[in-house]
Structure formats: C-alpha cells, structure tokens
C-alpha cells in the first residue's frame, strides 16, 4: 500500500493544468445548447466529463486529498476566468469595436447561472472523488471500471441536480428541468463508460511512471475545505 509523500510531479502538475482547462473550456462551451442524438444538451457536454476522467486518474493514483486540491483549484483558476471577463465586457468598448453585444450573450452568464456552476461543480467534483476513494478501499483496489462509472454517475447527478433548478427554477418549466438533470447525468456517464478503455490505459501508465497507488485509509480527512492538507 503506498503512502503519498509532499513532492508534486511533474506529471501531476500536467494533469491539474488539463483538469483546470478543460473546467474552463467546458463551462465557455455551456452557453451553446445542441441536440444530441434527439436529447437537448449543452456544448460543454463534449469536454466537462473529461475533468472527470482526469478526476479519477487523480484519486486513483495520488488519492483523495490531491484530488480534493485539484477541484479546489480548477474552482477558483474558473472564478478568476469568469471574473475578468465580466471586467472585459464592463470596460467601454472602443469607437471600432462592434461585437458588445455577442461578448456579452456568450460570457455575460447571469448570477444564478454562475453560483449554480460554482455549487454544482465543487459538491459533484468532490462527490465523485469520494465516492472514487471509498470504493477503492473498499474493493482492495480492484474493480476500476465500475468505480469509475459508479463515481462519476453520482458527480454527475450532484452536479446537475444543483445546477438546473439554481440555474432555470423559474424560466424552465419543471418538467424540462427534471429531463435536463436525467439526460446530462445520464449522459456523461455513457461519455465515462464509451472512453473507459482510454482511462484504464491511462491510469495504468501514471501509476507505473509515478510508482505510486494510495490508498486512502482511515487517517484520510474527508473535510471538503481542508485544502492545503495533502
């Protein structure tokens, strides 16, 4: 049973910078609604699983309180995106400048859309990590496919069962809102299960390379705000 040392890799630190660009790719690409094989959905669809891919490639090989230390940052690289975009679109524009009105329907989100974004990823995040953490304990560490698909169906549907009402409660009818949570849950978690044998691949090589697969044992703090414990 490995034990998790203070040192970060090199590789670690790549997958917390993908983890960190594709939660910001895929929350720019929520703006877009498309059909998918005759489900409504949002863009970010194509590229929001992959943080959580990378979320338990993360908690597989370096546990849960890196993980914890991963969502907590791609939280707040978000926040700073979102933050000095809204600065972009409040400066006034120049005399040549005629896309206003474009910028501010792309990354003008509305309050409740981006506290609904925050919430919901920070608890489905750090759901599918614990969930991810306390199986592999669990099962001895066997059963990868299913604790990822497993994890990642209940992120998922923490994640939108926060977002949608937060977001649409009120301009959405119920029941649109209810089909929202189902499809998207339900949807990413078809994403887990279509690229699994590329996450297995995957986890297997950053185990080898870092010859390291923690276990998380009792001593584990579960605390979702202890941070800078890893």
Not at 179 to 186: D, G, H, M, R, S
Request: glycine share 6%; hydrophobic share 55%; aromatic share 14%.
């Amino acid at each position: 049973m490995a034990r998790l040392h203070n040192k970060v890799s090199l590789l670690f630190v790549v997958l917390t910078v993908m983890f960190c660009v594709f939660l910001i790719l895929a929350n720019i690409m929520e703006v877009k609604v498309v059909n998918v094989c005759g489900f409504t959905a949002t863009a970010g669809l194509m590229v929001f699983p992959v943080s959580y891919i990378i979320n338990d490639c993360i908690v597989e090989v370096y546990g849960f309180s890196r993980a914890r230390l991963v969502v907590w940052l791609g939280f707040f690289m978000n926040l700073i995106v979102v933050l000095f975009l809204q600065l972009a679109i409040i400066l006034p524009g120049d005399a040549t400048w005629t896309g206003q009105e474009a910028m501010e329907m792309v990354f003008g989100s509305t309050p409740r859309i981006l506290v609904g974004s925050f919430l919901a990823f920070i608890c489905g995040s750090l759901v599918n990590a614990y969930v991810m953490s306390r199986m592999k304990v669990l099962t001895a560490g066997k059963g990868f496919s299913l604790r990822a698909i497993l994890s990642t169906l209940f992120g998922e549907s923490v994640d939108s069962t926060i977002f949608f009402p937060i977001a649409f409660y009120g301009v959405l009818p119920l029941s649109t809102i209810f089909a929202l949570i189902w499809t998207q849950a339900v949807l990413k978690t078809l994403y887990e299960v279509l690229v699994l044998p590329v996450t297995i691949r995957v986890v297997r090589k950053v185990k080898a390379h870092e010859n390291l697969d923690v276990f998380d044992t009792d001593d584990v703090d579960y605390s979702w705000w202890k941070i800078t414990k890893v």
